[in-house]
């Protein structure tokens, strides 16, 4: 639970509003691929369609909207035995 956290009924509007800006209006949006977005794995042909999927939006979108400073990224967890 964030420092300082209390119900939104307690909150101050001026908390309020930093709170809704640096976690809705910030201006980033970050996906969540996977190592399959960029590898193939037999037996994993929809989750590898799938993932594709992700990167290409997520690549297409940050292009589409860099000019208006949105940010869009993804990060791609892998288990240890991955790395």
């Known amino acids: 639970m964030p420092r300082g ?5 307690e909150t101050d509007l001026d908390n309020w509003n930093l709170i809704i800006g640096a976690n809705l209006i910030s201006g980033v ?3 969540t691929a996977s190592v399959s977005s960029w590898t ?3 037996t994993l042909s ?3 369609a799938a993932r594709h999927g992700v990167s290409g939006l ?5 292009m589409e909207h860099a000019n208006q400073g ?7 967890p ?3 035995a991955r790395r």
């Not at 956290?5 to 009924?9: E, K």
């Not at 997520?58 to 940050?62: N, P, S």
């Open 70 to 76: 949105i940010r869009i990224n993804a990060v791609a």
């Open 46 to 48: 929809a989750y590898g």
């Open 29 to 31: 949006i970050v996906n």
């Open 40 to 42: 193939g794995q037999a």
């Open 5 to 9: 956290a209390r119900p939104g009924s």
């Open 58 to 62: 997520t690549k297409a979108a940050a």
């Open 78 to 80: 892998a288990s240890p």
